[in-house]
């Protein structure tokens, strides 16, 4: 009798283990078996969540470094309109990208392909962003998660250690609502409940800034912000911010974790930067140098012309 009480005992044990989860700060209770970020390496096969080049890092601008190879970036079909299907998975939102979007330029190896979005928001309109720049925290980020087009699958492309490519973009609170924004927000309310979604139709260029303000970026050596935190992202992470109203920011706090807790502060802390460079775009620098070039070519034309 009491070896088949052990027997049940260990095996009650094991499963507890097999079914571990993790989570954020913000859901976990003491009566919870969710692991919190600060434990994600415990988790079985995600070990990697303790390594040397994880993400997301505080960039410290005085500490980058200037590389003019960081041009801007190519973007082909992000103007195309698909329909994709938007899920609230637990975790956060997340929508399938089912067009054939790529992204090349920028120094990365090749061309990408865009494979799905998501994003980490804060509680409502508070700090919530996933980065930080010189320690400031947005209310919200958005990656667009994108793999070397000669994968077929996200999981082979995480064996590449510049396979996945994020673009990462802030927000920023504005007094005015963000027009661009109205389809997505209002399906974000339609999936309150974790598991929930709803069909969407839209293209990435109107979650985006326009490409004149993507010039501005910050490029570093990372890893997935989740478990299990694959080393294996090439990080792309834009200056200018994208604005929200603070009601649209709000919206994203009404919906539910798996067990109903308000989806709120999702984000992994920052990470220690260890050995690693971050490098920065020469962007309004180049812009500026080709408009003054343009101006003396201008200038030198109507002095060289016979009065």
């Known amino acids: 009798m009491h070896l088949l009480l052990l027997l049940a005992f260990i095996a009650s044990?094991?499963?507890?283990?097999?079914?571990?989860?993790?989570?954020?700060?913000?859901?976990?209770?003491?009566?919870?078996?969710?692991?919190?970020?600060?434990?994600?390496?415990?988790?079985?096969n995600n070990e990697k969540c303790s390594g040397n080049e994880q993400?997301?890092?505080?960039?410290?601008?005085?500490?980058?470094?200037?590389?003019?190879?960081?041009?801007?970036?190519?973007?082909?079909?992000f103007q195309?309109?698909?329909?994709?299907?938007?899920?609230?998975?637990?975790?956060?939102?997340?929508?399938?990208?089912?067009?054939?979007?790529?992204?090349?330029?920028?120094?990365?190896?090749?061309?990408?392909?865009?494979?799905?979005?998501?994003?980490?928001w804060g509680k409502d309109g508070g700090p919530g962003s996933e980065h930080t720049v010189d320690g400031e925290q947005y209310p919200m980020e958005l990656h667009i998660v994108t793999m070397?087009?000669?994968?077929?699958?996200?999981?082979?492309a995480l064996a590449d250690r510049t396979g996945v490519a994020v673009l990462g973009f802030?927000?920023?609170?504005?007094?005015?609502?963000?027009?661009?924004y109205d389809a997505f927000i209002n399906a974000v309310s339609r999936i309150s409940q974790s598991g929930a979604n709803t069909s969407i139709t839209l293209s990435?260029?109107?979650?985006?800034?326009?490409?004149?303000?993507?010039?501005?970026?910050?490029?570093?050596?990372?890893s997935l912000t989740t478990p299990g935190c694959a080393e294996a992202v090439v990080w792309t992470v834009f200056e200018r911010p994208i604005p929200?109203?603070?009601?649209?920011?709000?919206?994203?706090?009404?919906l539910l974790f798996k067990d109903n807790k308000a989806m709120v502060n999702t984000f992994r802390p920052v990470q220690p930067l260890n050995n690693r460079i971050v490098f920065r775009s020469a962007g309004d620098a180049v812009l500026?140098?080709?408009?003054?070039?343009?101006?003396?070519?201008?200038?030198?034309?109507?002095?060289?012309?016979?009065?």
Not at 13 to 40: A, M, V
Not at 148 to 156: G, R, V
Not at 204 to 222: A, K
């Open 13 to 44: 044990f094991l499963n507890i283990n097999d079914g571990e989860e993790w989570c954020y700060h913000s859901q976990f209770e003491c009566t919870t078996q969710c692991k919190t970020p600060d434990r994600w390496q415990t988790i079985r």
């Open 55 to 77: 993400s997301p890092i505080n960039i410290v601008t005085k500490k980058t470094r200037l590389d003019e190879g960081l041009t801007p970036f190519q973007l082909s079909g």
């Open 80 to 120: 195309e309109t698909f329909h994709s299907t938007i899920t609230n998975n637990g975790h956060s939102v997340k929508v399938p990208v089912a067009t054939n979007a790529y992204v090349s330029g920028g120094k990365l190896d090749g061309r990408y392909k865009a494979v799905q979005f998501h994003l980490h």
């Open 148 to 156: 070397k087009e000669k994968y077929t699958s996200l999981s082979n």
């Open 170 to 180: 802030f927000y920023e609170e504005s007094s005015r609502s963000n027009k661009q």
């Open 204 to 222: 990435l260029n109107t979650i985006m800034p326009s490409p004149q303000n993507m010039t501005n970026y910050f490029r570093y050596p990372g």
């Open 244 to 254: 929200l109203s603070r009601s649209q920011l709000q919206a994203f706090s009404r």
């Open 288 to 307: 500026g140098s080709i408009i003054l070039l343009t101006v003396s070519l201008a200038a030198a034309v109507r002095l060289s012309s016979p009065n």
